[in-house]
């Protein structure tokens, strides 16, 4: 599965962008799609996922209520929306995926496939 994140930038605190993942081509199986960030000096961590019918998402309580994973499946493309962000929020952000239709894991090392990153940065 090859991934490519896209819509990092530099926002104000309070301010809101939106990520996306493409998976351009075709696969001969379904994969679960997931948001993770790494923070300079930090561990990875996992922020959102949802299934191959973007029916179910699951999201990290740092997260939850201000970010939102949807998909759209006719431009096999993942998004993240992200609301009232702050400066530790700050990180470069990945986009992966895992085999399996639902397949929502919470450990980073899970996902197999995993696009270039996009950085985000927040400014306060």
């Known amino acids: 599965v090859q991934l490519q994140a896209s819509g990092g930038g530099l926002v104000q605190a309070g301010g809101s962008l939106k990520l996306s993942c493409a998976a351009p081509?075709?696969?001969?199986?379904?994969?679960?799609t997931a948001w993770i960030r790494q923070a300079p000096g930090k561990e990875r961590e996992f922020l959102a996922a949802?299934?191959?019918?973007?029916?179910?998402?699951y999201y990290a309580e740092s997260v939850k209520g201000r970010f939102a994973i949807s998909r759209d499946f006719d431009k096999g493309t993942v998004y993240l929306q992200m609301n009232s962000l702050k400066p530790e929020d700050t990180a470069v952000y990945y986009c992966?995926?895992?085999?399996?239709?639902?397949?929502?894991?919470?450990?980073?090392?899970?996902?197999?496939?995993w696009g270039q990153g996009t950085q985000v940065t927040v400014s306060s």
């Open positions: 992966a995926a895992v085999w399996g239709a639902n397949s929502i894991r919470v450990q980073p090392n899970d996902y197999n496939f």
């Open positions: 081509g075709r696969t001969v199986s379904p994969f679960t």
């Open positions: 949802i299934t191959w019918s973007g029916e179910d998402t």
